[in-house]
Nanobody, 117 residues
Framework: QVRLVESGGGLVRAGGSLRLSCAASGTIFSINAMGWYRQVPGTARELVATITSDSTTTYADSVKGRFTISRDNAKNTMYLQMNSLKPEDTAVYSC???????????WGQGTQVTVSS
């Protein structure tokens, strides 16, 4: 079992920054991918960014150039640095870890990010 705990969400004004963290504990498999997703109530969950165990990254077009995903494998922690935040970034942000080419997937409980205009 793997447990994911997000932190760092909160309320920020447009143009501001936040840094989210996702700490993983339990039986962490060495080859894994991690990602951040976000969801606004009543809408579909949206992929924000992903990072593989060798730190290859992908980003949604809507956050490219503003958000940076990173990970510290020694600490089993993933981060999302969010800069130049916009009101449309408001959502519950959740982290996910999965083992590629398998059905093994774990989700965190989510952290609220609210960007005021």
């Amino acid at each position: 079992q793997v447990r994911l705990v997000e932190s760092g969400g909160g309320l920020v004004r447009a143009g501001g920054s936040l840094r989210l963290s996702c700490a993983a504990s339990g039986t962490i498999f060495s080859i894994n991918a991690m990602g951040w997703y976000r969801q606004v109530p009543g809408t579909a969950r949206e992929l924000v960014a992903t990072i593989t165990s060798d730190s290859t990254t992908t980003y949604a077009d809507s956050v490219k150039g503003r958000f940076t995903i990173s990970r510290d494998n020694a600490k089993n922690t993933m981060y999302l640095q969010m800069n130049s935040l916009k009101p449309e970034d408001t959502a519950v942000y959740s982290c996910k870890i999965w083992r590629p080419l398998s059905s093994i997937v774990y989700w965190g409980q989510g952290t609220q990010v609210t960007v005021s205009s």
